[in-house]
């Protein structure tokens, strides 16, 4: 397929801020919280988000499917079969989102053969993009400042920084993190933790628990632009398009 890359990531960073403008919006209002069959909460900013998200993906790329979450919630699946989908979360972090905390995030992915090739991740509550369409070309953007390049960082010798879940903390993760020298451990929510990594703030993220596609593609296209790597607790890459689309146990990681 053939793709002008900076154009559509440009179209997807612009479109990443639209729909988090929308739920800023909503954020500094009152919101109702649904709960979905897989006990994982959903408010309207999550759905308007990802209304806003479609929409724009249509024009775009109206020959590219969409696994969004919403959507797939609602029992609507895309054909695949392609090897070639966005992949769309419009609000990581919901928990944050409802707690009025500011680590949540847009995230929109472009997957080519299950491999994660394009991410956006946009912090609205920051007003803060981080986007790549390869290895080597990786920004973040600050508001409408220019764009910076990022990249991971040698982990000091003093001691790592490692990020963890701050909603989903579970023993093994703990016991994963014992092996290392550890200088400091931030709690986070969302793909705010691959994008730390990412701009050399931090170096190791595990994850015991459980992740879907959605969460993890926008990052680990961010992450391994940038000189890091996404892979299984065994050391195979993260891979995308994988029945039922849950994660298995991974590690993310800058320079160690």
């Keep these: 397929m053939s793709l002008d890359r900076p154009a559509l990531l440009q179209g997807i960073v612009k479109l990443a801020r639209e ?13 109702d919280i649904k709960v979905k069959d897989d006990s994982s909460p959903v408010t309207e900013a999550d759905e308007a988000a990802e209304a806003i998200i479609l929409t724009g993906l249509a024009e775009l790329t109206p020959d590219i499917p969409v696994l969004a979450e919403e959507a797939q919630a609602a029992g609507k699946e895309p054909d695949l079969s392609g090897g070639v989908f966005w992949l769309v979360d419009p609000l990581d972090g919901t928990r944050e989102f409802i707690n009025r905390r500011g680590d949540f995030t847009v995230n929109i992915a472009l997957v080519e053969h299950g491999v994660a090739t ?8 920051r007003e803060t993009t981080y986007f ?4 080597g070309r990786v920004w973040r953007q600050n508001g409408n400042g220019a764009p910076v390049p990022i990249a991971v960082r040698t982990a000091p010798e003093d001691g790592l920084v490692v990020v963890a879940s701050r909603s989903h903390r579970t023993p093994e993760t703990d016991a994963y993190i014992e092996k290392f020298k550890v200088k400091e451990l931030i709690s986070a929510g969302s793909s705010l933790k691959l994008c730390l990594i990412a701009e050399g703030k931090a170096d190791l993220y595990p994850r015991f628990g459980r992740t879907m596609e959605w969460d993890i593609g926008a990052g680990q296209a961010i992450l391994e632009a940038a000189g890091g790597t996404v892979e299984t607790v065994d050391g ?16 993310a990681k800058g320079r160690l």
Excluded: S, W
Aim: net charge neutral.
């Design 132 to 135: 790549a369409e390869g290895r």
């Design 19 to 31: 729909a988090g403008d929308r739920i800023l919006t909503i954020y500094h209002q009152d919101f």
């Design 118 to 125: 394009m991410g956006v991740i946009h912090v609205p509550a």
């Design 236 to 251: 195979a890459p993260l891979r995308y398009g994988k029945a039922g689309y849950d994660n298995p146990f991974f590690i």
